[in-house]
């Protein structure tokens, strides 16, 4: 389930098409001063609190306070609302490239139903399906979680092996070539300057998110504290390994010049381009015809199709539970109505997972029937999420320094021996975090004078957690004032 939250197997293609083998050393720096200190910080709170059932609040509560841990919870969880809205509508891109081999999905009719309304109808029936599985238990989600994290770790090793087998059969040749040179620079004109390799470290950075969102299944995972921080570690080193390995086996069977140039291929369907070529690849080094290396090339792009349909779908099952489970039962109930804290028979909060759902379907519903504008909406969603989605690290960092500081919360496991090393760990991690949010919000309006996508990022977190602030402050009026005066 970590790997299929956190490891995206198009961020390996999507990285070679920005930076070629560029990517390579932001990708581990990106790992070394983010992702692996982070997933041993992720690890300490787990081991610590394995019986709370709030995940993430419970940690920042704990540690610093309560209202600090609702804003950055509260943040996060609505950043998730926004990746639900998305994923529901683009998940039919590979679900196409396992059927026709290429995305058709903007000439589909079904009863009368074209573009983005047909994909909005898809997605809301997606939401509501996943809703009815997910609310019958965690065993249901993390079976399916489990398949999508099995398919993405096939990805990977189709694409290990093809590139060893290409770069054998073309005499130890990448296709392309491997220089020192190659590591420092982009072949991408738009990633040369200073300004774009600042951005493809954002681009890095994000690509190793979401570790966060298993927190709250560490009260269900048996022998928590020694279980989980194992998981995580292996799973931190695996993901960070996996992500330079792979970029570098890409190059082995693509030459960026040849087959990224195209006027088609872009950051949604790059993926399907490259396993494509690598099917076309390996048909050409055993010999096969032009016609059938094509054939070849056709069903690598439905395998990554179907692979990446189920980590979706497996990515989807673990967050339509993970976040709200940690915001309904982690947070102070009286913040609530009585109803969405109720647990079901199976131990899930039914009434707020389908109350989430109904405010999934609106949206999606808002903006694929409003036209050009509803596109728009969805866009601007998006872009609010961005920010809002890594800005918890950044809390979460924040509150690793009072966590290591107090005595009183007993660590059966504990990566940074001292609160020094911890505190130096945080605050690296909250500063590489910070500037890459900072970055993404000003990168629009100083690269192309996009003030208006500049202003929506930072509109995302500033009204998120304005929302958090104005719940807060009612429950503590209703109920905490109430509760010191008795």
Known sequence: ???????????????FYLMGYGAIPWYIFSAVLFFIPYAFMMAEYGAAFKDEKGGIYS???????????????????????????????????????????SDTTSSWTIFGLTGSKL???LGILLIIVITAVSSRGLKNIS??????????????????????????????????????????????????????????????????GGLEAVGGLVDQTENASVVFPKAIKIAAIVIAVGYSLAILFVGFFTNWNAVL??????????????LNNLGVQIGSVFGMSTASSVFLGSLFARFIGLSMLLALTGGFFTLIYSPIKQLIEGTPKEIW???????????????????QCAIVVII???????????????NDLILMGNVSMTIPYMFLAIAFIFFKKNTSIEKPFEMYKSKKVGTIWAIIVTCVVGFANVFTII??????????????????????????????????????KNKDTL
């Open 59 to 101: 940690w920042m509560s704990k540690s610093v306070g309560p209202k600090f841990a609702f804003i950055g919870t509260f943040m996060w969880y609505t950043s998730y609302i926004i990746w639900m809205v998305s994923v529901s509508s683009s998940i039919w891109v590979p679900f196409s490239n396992l059927l026709f081999g």
């Open 143 to 208: 079976k399916i979680a489990s398949i999508g994290g099995i398919f993405v770790m096939c990805a990977n090793v189709v694409l290990l092996l093809g590139g060893i087998i290409v770069l054998f059969g073309n005499g130890f040749h990448p296709a392309q070539e491997l220089t020192l040179s190659a590591l420092t620079t982009s072949p991408n004109a738009s990633y040369q300057s200073p300004l774009g390799m600042l951005g493809f470290v954002v681009f890095a950075i994000f690509a190793y």
């Open 261 to 274: 140039t195209n006027p088609g291929v872009n950051m949604a369907n790059v993926a399907y381009v490259i």
């Open 443 to 480: 990168q629009p309006a100083i690269e192309s004078n996009n003030y208006r996508s500049t202003f929506i990022q930072l509109a995302g977190p500033v009204i998120f957690s304005i929302i958090a602030i104005i719940l807060y402050m009612i429950y503590e009026k209703r109920y905490l």
């Open 119 to 121: 994909l909005g109808v």
């Open 1 to 15: 389930m970590i790997f299929t939250s956190v490891f995206g197997f198009t961020n390996i293609p999507r990285a």
């Open 337 to 355: 109505p009585k109803k969405l804290t109720k647990l079901n028979k199976d131990g899930m909060p039914v009434i707020a997972m389908w109350v």
């Open 364 to 378: 999606i519903a808002s903006s694929a029937f409003a036209g050009s504008d509803g596109s728009s909406f969805l």
